[in-house]
């Protein structure tokens, strides 16, 4: 039997618990969105990455096979980024190059930047 005054504990105690599985609910769904952009964002820094170290590579092979670059700086894209490769400084033999690559939405704000210097003698 129950006494008139405890009628209504079992129904406060459920309510917690549906107020309780219901934060951590949202507590679990904020940390699987904020996971899965970091590693979006990861991605597409490791593929900036890449496209820097790509960058500096065509330089590389340009000035190896005929001891100079066409150009002082020069871009390369697709549609998923691009990467620009400067001359930093240039003294006899030595080549300092610098290339930064971005990939992603720049407008959305989605996306990865590296940047890679170098410097080579020839």
């Known amino acids: 039997?129950?006494?008139?005054?405890?009628r209504g504990v079992s129904l406060?105690?459920?309510i917690f618990?549906?107020?309780f599985l219901a934060f951590m609910g949202i507590i679990?769904?904020?940390?699987?969105?904020s996971a899965a952009e970091e590693a979006g964002n990861e991605y597409l820094s490791t593929?900036?990455?890449?496209?820097?170290?790509?960058?500096?590579y065509n330089a590389l092979t340009d000035i190896t096979d005929?001891?100079?670059l066409d150009v002082s700086s020069y871009t390369f894209s697709n549609p998923t980024g691009t990467a620009t490769i400067t001359v930093a400084s240039h003294?006899?033999?030595i080549w300092v190059l610098d290339c930064t690559a971005t990939c992603g939405d720049t407008a959305s704000e989605k996306y990865?930047?590296?940047?890679?210097?170098?410097?080579?003698?020839?």
């Open 112 to 122: 990865g930047r590296r940047t890679i210097r170098v410097t080579f003698k020839n």
């Open 17 to 19: 618990v549906v107020i």
């Open 12 to 14: 406060i105690a459920a």
């Open 66 to 68: 005929d001891g100079n």
């Open 28 to 33: 679990l769904t904020t940390y699987t969105i």
């Open 47 to 56: 593929q900036a990455l890449f496209y820097a170290d790509t960058g500096i």
């Open 91 to 93: 003294t006899g033999s």
């Open 1 to 6: 039997m129950c006494h008139k005054k405890e």
